[in-house]
C-alpha cells in the first residue's frame, strides 16, 4: 500500500469505529500545487485526502478547535508542536490520535532535521532521515556588519502590512488576547509604521523562543514574503548553542525558558564581548 493509501485506511478505521469524531488533513486546493487542511467527519470524506508536495501547513494549530477526541496526520513539524502543545497544557495526548507520515514537501524546507514524525500512535510511514541543519544561513547573517544587519531587517519589516497571518498560523501563538490587541496597557502602535511594525516582530518572536520549530508556516503565510524565518532561526540556533536542546523533541523535557538553572549561561547580563 502506498502512504497515502494506508492514511486513509487508518482514518477511516478510527472513524468507522468512533475513536476520534474528525481526522484533520488536506484536501487538494483551488491552486495548482497548492493543498488546503480538510477535516473529515466520515469515510466518505477521507476520500479527499491527500498527501502530496503542498502539504506544509502546520495542522497542529487546528488541534485546539476540537474539543472531543481527535485524529491528525502529521509529519515531523506538526509532531514537534504537538510535543510544545500538550507540554504547556494546550491540548489533552489522550484526545489526539496521531497518524505520522514522512513530510511530503521536504524539497521547500531545505533546513528540516525531523521531516519524519517524532512522535505516533500509528506510521504510515516511517523512512528515519539525518538531515543536518548547518545554520549557514544564520552564520552568514551574523558575519554583516551591524549596520548591514539593521538595514536588512528595516526593509524587511517596512513591508508588513500587520495582517496577523504570521501570528494566526503559528501553533506557538495560542494566547486568547495577544499583546497588540491589548489598550490597557497599549503596547505598541496599531500603524504599520516600521517602529511599530519592529517591536510587534522582535516581541512575537521573543515569546515563541524556544517553542518554535522553524516549521515556516509563518513565511509561507506572509503575503509580502517577509523573510521572518531568519529571526526565528537565530533565536533557534542560540538555544541549541546554549542549552544543548531543539524544542518539541520530548514530551519529557522541560521548555528551555520555563525552567531555571543555576548554570544557565547568561552572557547578556555579564556584559564585555559575549554579549555583544
Excluded at 500545487?33 to 487546528?62: H, I, M, S
Aim: aromatic share 8%.
Amino acid at each position: 500500500m502506498t502512504v497515502l493509501e494506508n492514511i486513509k485506511a487508518k482514518a477511516k478505521e478510527l472513524l468507522e469505529a468512533k475513536e476520534v469524531e474528525v481526522v484533520i488533513g488536506f484536501a487538494q486546493g483551488t491552486l495548482p500545487g497548492k493543498c488546503t487542511p480538510y477535516f473529515a467527519r466520515t469515510t466518505e470524506e477521507v476520500e479527499r485526502f491527500v498527501w502530496q508536495d503542498g502539504c506544509n501547513l502546520n495542522l497542529a494549530n487546528y488541534l485546539s478547535k476540537f474539543s472531543g477526541k481527535v485524529g491528525i496526520i502529521a509529519k515531523g513539524c506538526d509532531t514537534r508542536s504537538i510535543i510544545n502543545l500538550i507540554k504547556e497544557n494546550q491540548v489533552n495526548r489522550e484526545r489526539i490520535y496521531i497518524i505520522g507520515a514522512n513530510c511530503p514537501s521536504m524539497g521547500s524546507c531545505h533546513n528540516c532535521r525531523h521531516p519524519q514524525g517524532v512522535i505516533a500512535d500509528f506510521y504510515a510511514e516511517q523512512v528515519q532521515l539525518n538531515n543536518q541543519d548547518d545554520f549557514s544561513d544564520v552564520e552568514a547573517f551574523e558575519e554583516l556588519l551591524s549596520e548591514e544587519r539593521k538595514n536588512y531587517f528595516y526593509q524587511e519589516m517596512s513591508k508588513c502590512i500587520r495582517c496577523y497571518a504570521c501570528r494566526n498560523v503559528c501553533p506557538a501563538c495560542y494566547c486568547k488576547e495577544c499583546f497588540v490587541e491589548e489598550n490597557l496597557p497599549c503596547w505598541l502602535g496599531k500603524t504599520t509604521d516600521l517602529a511599530d511594525n519592529i517591536i510587534f516582530h522582535l516581541t512575537r518572536t521573543m515569546h515563541v523562543a524556544g517553542r518554535c520549530i522553524d516549521c515556516g508556516a509563518c513565511v509561507r503565510a506572509c503575503p509580502m514574503e517577509v523573510n521572518l524565518s531568519l529571526l526565528n532561526r537565530k533565536l533557534l540556533k542560540d538555544i541549541q548553542e546554549l542549552f544543548n536542546t531543539e524544542p518539541g523533541l520530548s514530551l519529557e523535557a522541560e521548555p528551555v525558558l520555563n525552567e531555571y538553572k543555576e548554570d544557565d549561561p547568561q552572557p547578556f547580563l555579564i556584559g564585555g564581548e559575549e554579549s555583544v
